[in-house]
């Protein structure tokens, strides 16, 4: 991977040394170094330069040059395969730091726009970062984009121009819609939990999904939906917010969906925790209750005075499609009979109409309660209160239970005895399927063509930033969930395109195998360009790139190269070197683009301010 990737940057070993005489860095790090690296990184780097084009076509073994970057660098080392764009990006900023003119950096505290021109603002802060950071990387590689930020409250804007020096580009799937997995609980006691797959705008939001899963579970009109994400056996969050983007939830999170009644009275989310004992590494020693399975919400109503008895009644009620048909309960509801008798993947199995609706005030009213209460088990339930301490409520009642003014929910945990367990079957809701489950990736994703002018425009699309990421609003003196929409502004001698081939999440890695047609010629950036005073055209040509082969821990490198000289293309395989025509140039393995800006009868165009 090494030789490979040093090729791409116009390292290799062509049939012409001379072209050596192109780059000068081999030259240069023995005049610039600064105290980050000391200019060990830089030196290295040239010493590896002049053996690479040295006259003849022996193959290179970069050790002195690896072992030299795992110094500054640990994470490159052993001898497991490493990310060619990580390494990109670290080499490329080392050099930039060892090569750095700028001996003293001043500190220059960046203005807001407040209203100014894009250009007078975009000229001081490409001013304000030359001070800093003045070398032939930044006069090669780097550009600059504009970041622009918008409140969601009081709509305060915030304009900032950053350098890159690179851009990673989104394999933005050309299609327009997403499937989504979510598991629907009727909290009437109807049915079991199933799951619905629903298709959806992937740009879509919240109330997209809403009205998909409605229509997929025949919603009545007397119920609404409530969604909500969870993790480790508990509610993350509730996803309320009907514009809330669909982008935000990833596919290997888990969603529930909960069928409660529409009721305008004053309610409360009643949130049911199951709970089981975990035995430790000694099968003798029982470790304490932990959570497990899936949440299940329901509604309690505040209006009127609710006891420990109301409680039981609702949660006998959400866990009567778990009860063992046949089983040794001690009690069984009076409403078992027209309970189903086995889970069930059909939307239309629910109870009347009148069921849901009344689900909430009914097991409130203290006529139902006092009626039912006597033919219905005690469960094992804890209530916590505003101090975090727990309430049992398997005795007492008629006790009146306080519940908190200033939460919008009930938490009550159920604790899953090996004796419970005997006469409630709770597998149906131990495990909730991913958002979206990866198989084996199909002939069709792997040959389905990609625009590279679609990345791009994904890359520059605005978008809200993620809520682990929120901006603080400097009007509203909070952190905001901001939209961001990021513009191209300046663009660099060399732009180096990173494909993102890779994800990654809490639960996986996946490498995206999506074919890129990327231009080789003629690759027009004009239209990007959010500096409408250079009316110059921003055309580039490609000249090199790597290719990544195989799965993510084991796969291999490769480089295609043009020889400008030759106007040819060759691939690079470790230590193999093969002629190729330029229309086997463009793989599905495409992973790090370099292209150089083509020169044409006008006037260059400067990358300095």
């Known amino acids: 991977m090494w030789l490979t990737w040093l090729r791409t940057m116009g390292l290799g070993s062509p049939p012409c040394p001379q072209s050596a005489l192109r780059f000068g860095i081999a030259n240069l790090t023995l005049f610039f170094s600064n105290d980050v690296y000391k200019g060990e990184l830089a030196l290295a780097f040239g010493d590896l330069l002049r053996k690479l084009w040295a006259p003849g076509r022996t193959p290179i073994a970069p050790r002195p040059f690896k072992t030299k970057l795992v110094r500054f660098a640990p994470q490159f080392s052993g001898h497991n395969q490493h990310d060619s764009q990580e ?3 670290f080499l490329l900023d080392g050099l930039h730091e060892d090569l750095n003119r700028v001996k003293h ?3 220059i505290k960046s203005r807001d ?10 000229d001081e802060y ?8 003045d070398s032939i990387i930044v006069d090669v590689c780097q550009g600059q984009y ?5 409140c969601p409250v009081c709509n305060k804007v915030s304009v900032t121009f950053d350098p890159f020096m690179y851009l990673s580009l989104p394999l933005q799937s050309s299609t327009t819609s997403r499937t989504m997995t979510v598991t629907v609980f009727a909290c009437d006691g109807a049915t079991l939990p199933y799951s619905c797959t629903v298709t959806v705008p992937k740009q879509g939001r919240v109330k997209d999904l809403i009205q998909a899963l409605s229509n997929a579970c025949t919603l009545k009109h007397n119920e609404r939906l409530l969604l909500v994400e969870i993790r480790n056996h508990l509610i993350h969050r509730y996803l309320e917010d009907p514009l809330h983007l669909l982008s935000t939830i990833k596919d290997d999170e888990r969603l529930a969906a909960y069928k409660i009644p529409k009721i305008d009275k004053n309610t409360k989310y009643l949130q049911l925790i199951h709970r089981r004992r975990e035995q430790s590494s000694d099968s003798h020693v029982i470790s304490g209750w932990k959570p497990y399975g899936t949440p299940i919400v329901s509604l309690i109503s505040c209006d009127d005075t609710v006891t420990r008895g109301d409680i039981q009644v609702i949660v006998n009620r ?31 199995l629910t109870c009347d109409d009148a069921c849901a609706g009344n689900m909430v005030s009914n097991s409130l009213n203290k006529d139902f309660t006092n009626s039912k209460a006597p033919s219905m088990p005690t469960l094992p339930l804890l209530l916590v209160d505003d101090n975090n301490a727990c309430i049992d409520l398997s005795m007492g009642e008629e006790k009146v239970v306080k519940l908190s003014p200033s939460s919008p929910k009930v938490l009550v945990y159920i604790d899953w005895s090996q004796k419970l367990l005997e006469k409630y079957d709770t597998h149906p809701i131990e495990t909730l399927p991913e958002v979206l489950k990866y198989g084996p990736v199909t002939k069709k994703a792997r040959t389905e063509p990609l625009s590279l002018y679609t990345c791009l425009e994904a890359f520059l699309r605005e978008e809200p930033l993620v809520p682990e990421d929120m901006w603080y609003c400097p009007k509203c003196k909070e952190r905001r969930q901001a939209s961001k929409k990021l513009d191209l502004w300046r663009l660099p001698e060399v732009l180096v395109i990173h494909l993102k081939r890779f994800s990654y999440s809490r639960s996986m890695k996946h490498k995206l195998e999506t074919f890129v047609n990327f231009p080789i010629h003629d690759f027009d950036l004009t239209n990007y360009i959010a500096n409408k005073n250079n009316s110059r055209r921003q055309l580039y040509e490609l000249y090199a790139l790597t290719n990544h082969y195989g799965s993510m821990g084991s796969g291999h490198y490769t480089a295609h190269i043009k020889l400008l000289d030759e106007n040819r293309w ?9 002629l190729i025509s330029e229309d086997d140039v463009n793989t599905a393995a495409a992973y790090v683009l370099f292209y150089r800006r083509v020169k044409t009868d006008e006037a260059a165009i400067s990358n300095g301010a």
């Open 570 to 578: 060759y691939n690079f395989d470790d230590s193999h070197i093969s």
């Open 105 to 107: 950096k001043p500190y």
């Open 146 to 150: 504009k970041s622009t930020l918008v």
């Open 126 to 133: 490409w001013a304000n970062h030359i001070s800093r950071n």
């Open 87 to 89: 390494l990109l990006a």
């Open 113 to 122: 726009a407040d209203g100014r021109p894009d250009e007078e603002v975009a």
């Open 318 to 348: 959400i866990l009567s499609p778990l009860q063992r048909r046949g089983g040794n309960v001690e009690q069984a509801t009076t409403s078992e009979a027209s309970i189903p008798k086995a889970a069930s993947d059909e939307c239309s």
